[in-house]
């Protein structure tokens, strides 16, 4: 298997702009999980889903984030309006049977916000 | 609060030697405990997940301890490797559900030759 795979590995945009993360979770995995990891403040969980359900969005920093689940082979992480705050890599993550298991990750998105 | 501390923030070692990073905790109810390893650039990859029966729990070189009662955990590494370089995160999970899970800030940990 190929693992988490994450589109793009990198992004640089304007401030303003609509940004959209990409995630294609492990096959047969049923939770996928959304982070967002920055100096300032580590690793923070966003949203996670279960059979492509939002279960927990809490993380979510603000309206400007949505994210979505259309299918259980891809996930899509918005931003719009972008701002240089949410500059940070995002981590998408995949686990099976439980949100309490192994999480396994992908390699990240790199976001710069000018 | 929940809060997740972990300690050292850096270490240096040589490689060949053994370290321990910790991990205290305020987290309640607990749920899990879980470690994971993070290379520079690279998504953190999981080590171990430790619920509240548990007292060990080892992967490879890595072996992971939890103390519910005083609520702390370590990770002790044996033999290091130049490989061991990375960020250790301890991150604990309360109420079954992983949207309800604190991070801690990470122990950098650097292995030289």
């Known amino acids: 298997d190929a693992g988490v795979i994450q589109s793009p590995r990198h992004e640089v945009t304007e401030m303003g702009q609509e940004v959209t993360l990409r995630c294609k979770p492990i096959?047969?995995?049923?939770?996928l999980f959304w982070y967002r990891q920055t100096m300032m403040r580590g690793l923070e969980l966003l949203i996670y889903?279960?059979?492509?359900?939002?279960?927990?969005d809490s993380g979510m920093p603000e309206d400007r984030f949505s994210a979505k689940m259309p299918n259980a082979s891809f996930s899509t992480l918005k931003i719009q309006p972008s701002e240089p705050r949410d500059s940070a890599v995002y981590f998408c993550?995949?686990?099976?049977?439980?949100?309490?298991?192994?999480?396994?990750f992908g390699p990240g998105t790199r976001l710069t916000v000018l | 609060k929940n809060q997740v501390e972990q300690s050292p923030q850096s270490l240096i070692i040589l490689e060949g030697k053994n370290c321990t990073l910790q991990?205290?905790?305020?987290?309640?109810?607990?749920?899990?405990l879980r470690w994971y390893k993070q290379d520079t650039g690279r998504g953190p990859v999981s080590l171990t997940i430790?619920?509240?029966?548990?007292n060990t729990k080892s992967n490879g070189r890595y072996t992971a301890t939890l103390d519910a009662d005083t609520k702390q955990s370590s990770l002790h590494i044996t033999a290091s490797q130049l490989s061991d370089s990375a960020s250790y995160i301890c991150?604990?999970?309360?109420?079954?559900?992983?949207?309800?899970?604190?991070f801690g800030d990470g122990t950098t940990l650097t292995v030289k030759p």
């Open positions: 993550a995949s686990s099976f049977g439980s949100s309490d298991n192994e999480q396994f």
């Open positions: 096959s047969g995995h049923d939770y």
């Open positions: 889903f279960n059979n492509n359900v939002p279960i927990d």
């Open positions: 991990c205290n905790y305020t987290v309640s109810p607990f749920s899990n």
């Open positions: 430790m619920t509240f029966s548990e």
């Open positions: 991150v604990v999970s309360f109420n079954t559900n992983a949207g309800k899970s604190t």
